[in-house]
């Protein structure tokens, strides 16, 4: 069965550090979603993916976030610096029709 | 953003008992999704629903799309060990928002 792909799986990192997690969907899957999930709480969407072109990125804080999916198929969400708070699990999904969504593993991110 | 509240927040059953909990909104929503996620892991998707009364199973869980558009429900049976996680449901608008789960504790 077709899986999203998150790579890395964990990463612990410093305050003020680039940080860059990556997310490969599930074949054929046009939409792309980048979500944050704190501990507790639902994902909550930082950014989504229509092929190439971002279709909503209004709850993402683009003084240190950026998202890009330069060929429309694999994509690359970037920290820069990390803060204390930005500590939470990163979940990409992955959408072949935009009603129904499929989640990757998530990648853990603690900042110290 | 929009507030899905679940309920129960957290619950402890036997084995073998039923399960029942719900998600609320006070928006209209297009589709409504169910998820479980264990810890560490990415959400699962269990089930999906996309029209208003609209009742669906996949297993031992059967989820319903409230007639108001506004509600969903999700109920499990007979309930075994490997039940245990946080169940999420979500909504879709614009995009989905994702309500605060339910735990579910499942003791043998």
């Known amino acids: 069965e077709a899986e999203v792909a998150q790579s890395p799986r964990y990463k612990i990192t410093e305050k003020s550090q680039a940080v860059a997690f990556w997310c490969d969907p599930i074949s054929g899957h046009a939409t792309l979603y980048w979500y944050r999930q704190i501990l507790g709480q639902g994902p909550e969407l930082l950014v989504q993916?229509?092929?190439?072109?971002?279709?909503?990125d209004s709850q993402l804080p683009k003084d240190r976030f950026s998202a890009e999916r330069l060929k429309g198929v694999d994509s690359t969400l970037k920290i820069q610096p990390a803060e204390l708070g930005d500590s939470a699990m990163y979940l990409c999904a992955s959408s072949q029709n935009s009603r129904t969504q499929y989640f990757g593993p998530g990648t853990r991110l603690l900042v110290l | 953003g929009q507030q899905l509240n679940q309920s129960p927040q957290s619950m402890f059953i036997q084995e073998g008992e039923d399960v029942s909990m719900n998600c609320t909104s006070s928006?209209?929503?297009?589709?409504w999704l169910w998820y479980k996620q264990e810890p560490g892991e990415g959400p699962v998707l269990l089930i999906a629903?996309?029209?208003?009364?609209e009742l669906t199973s996949n297993g031992r869980l059967t989820a319903q799309f409230g007639i108001t558009r506004k509600d969903s429900f999700l109920n499990i049976s007979a309930s075994i060990p490997s039940d245990v996680g946080i169940y999420f449901c979500?909504?879709?608008?614009?995009?989905?928002?994702f309500g605060t789960g339910t735990s579910l504790t499942v003791i043998p």
């Open positions: 979500a909504g879709q608008l614009t995009q989905f928002y």
């Open positions: 993916f229509q092929d190439e072109s971002v279709v909503d």
């Open positions: 629903l996309y029209k208003a009364g």
């Open positions: 928006s209209i929503f297009n589709t």
